[in-house]
């Protein structure tokens, strides 16, 4: 009997924040199972398409950092196996050499090339498949690498835009996974260090690389020229580490100050259509939309959102558009993701980007951005 007093003494507010939601889900043209369906099918469509088995570089790993988001999200076992089959295939390591005297950190697509960021972001999948089935072998490798670079007095492996997507969250998962807090002392100075040659101040985003420092570059126009996917890597490498840096570090702040201000930025760059352009500030460098760094922005900005960090009404209608361009546009009807970039470092003028244009790492990229629309419509509590 009370139970029941209660039920209709709240049965308005129920109806209310039900009817709120529908009018949402009317408004925003999606529900909670809709976005899932078309993640689903968009992940589905890449793993029948390609195989596992292939080699454990960035592309590769950007790739099963959404695979493993998803799986997180579904439980669906065929994404699990199929990132464990990957690791598997690679001995759950990156760059294979074990003479730490050959070990290099520029640019290269050979085992000798361990420290090279590129060969690290496998590390990333291999800690969350460690978490579902701890076993030492799977991240040995991992903490063999990272703790021998940390052992040097270099600070400079993070010296291009990319790499702190690949390796920032890989020192905070290994925090995590360890307790050393080496790897969070080391963050924050190879940050420092990225900071310092790739970082404008006033337009608060990031040059692909000292290469593309202004004036020294510039775009067709005459303006700085910051590559979306450049600037999507960052973004979207700054949530994974906000998502597991300890409240208490003492650098978080300096982070979040990097998140905050990107997002501020990103979002007045944004197209009307929905995208971002490859040259973020001037979209006649090279016209036209772009998957990979659009995915990343939309997944950073839902990210903070339903961390709380951003606001929901200044940030939400960036987020929106960029979904809709996403699953609208860049996703065909068969599942295939379009109006990727190819792999490269700087927007190019007159470089064909289309409906045809897919690349794992764009596909990695929409799977996040699904994952935190998923649940950014998930019943308010």
């Known amino acids: ?38 993640i689903n099918k968009v992940n ?85 498949l460690y978490h579902l089935d701890p076993k030492d072998y799977k991240i040995a490798r991992a903490k063999q690498v990272m703790e021998y670079e940390m052992s040097t007095p270099n600070n400079d492996y993070w010296w291009w835009a990319d790499g702190l997507y690949m390796v920032m969250p890989v020192m905070t998962k290994l925090y995590k996974t360890t307790g050393n807090a080496k790897y969070l002392d080391k963050l924050y100075e190879y940050f420092t260090y990225a900071n310092s040659i790739m970082y404008d101040n006033e337009a608060k985003l990031y040059y692909r690389d000292a290469k593309y420092v202004y004036p020294k570059h510039k775009s067709v126009n005459g303006m700085k020229d910051f590559w979306a996917r450049g600037d999507g890597w960052v ?7 906000l998502q597991d ?18 997002a501020k930025a990103i979002v007045k760059s944004q197209q009307k259509e929905g995208y971002w352009t490859r040259s973020m500030l001037d979209p006649q460098h090279a ?25 929901e009404k200044t940030f939400f209608p960036a987020a929106r558009k960029g979904w809709g361009y996403l699953t609208q546009t860049a996703v065909q009807s068969n599942g295939k993701v379009g109006y990727v970039q190819p792999i490269g470092e700087k927007a190019i003028p007159g470089q064909v980007v289309d409906a045809n244009s897919t690349a794992n790492f764009g596909v990695g990229a929409f799977l996040l951005a699904g994952c935190e629309m998923y649940k950014f419509l998930a019943p308010k509590k």
């Open 1 to 38: 009997m009370k139970e029941s007093r209660l039920y209709y003494r709240f049965k308005p507010l129920l109806i209310c924040a039900t009817t709120l939601m529908l009018l949402f889900q009317v408004a925003f043209g999606q529900t909670q199972q809709e976005v899932l369906a078309v």
């Open 44 to 128: 589905v469509y890449w793993q029948e398409n390609n195989k596992p088995q292939v080699r454990a570089f960035w592309d590769h790993a950007a790739y099963h950092t959404g695979n493993m988001e998803l799986y997180k999200l579904t439980k669906n076992q065929v994404f699990r196996k199929y990132s464990e089959d990957w690791a598997e295939h690679n001995q759950w390591m990156g760059a294979k050499a074990n003479d730490t005297t050959k070990w290099k950190y520029n640019y290269g697509e050979t085992d000798d090339h361990v420290l090279f960021g590129d060969w690290q972001i496998c590390f990333q999948t291999y800690i969350d």
């Open 235 to 241: 973004f979207a490498g700054l949530a994974k580490v």
């Open 245 to 262: 840096l300890p409240e208490n570090n003492p650098h978080r702040k300096a982070f979040l100050n990097k998140y905050l201000n990107m």
């Open 287 to 311: 016209p036209g939309p772009e998957t990979s760094g659009t995915a990343f922005f939309t997944y950073g900005l839902l990210w903070g959102i339903n961390k709380g960090y951003l606001k």
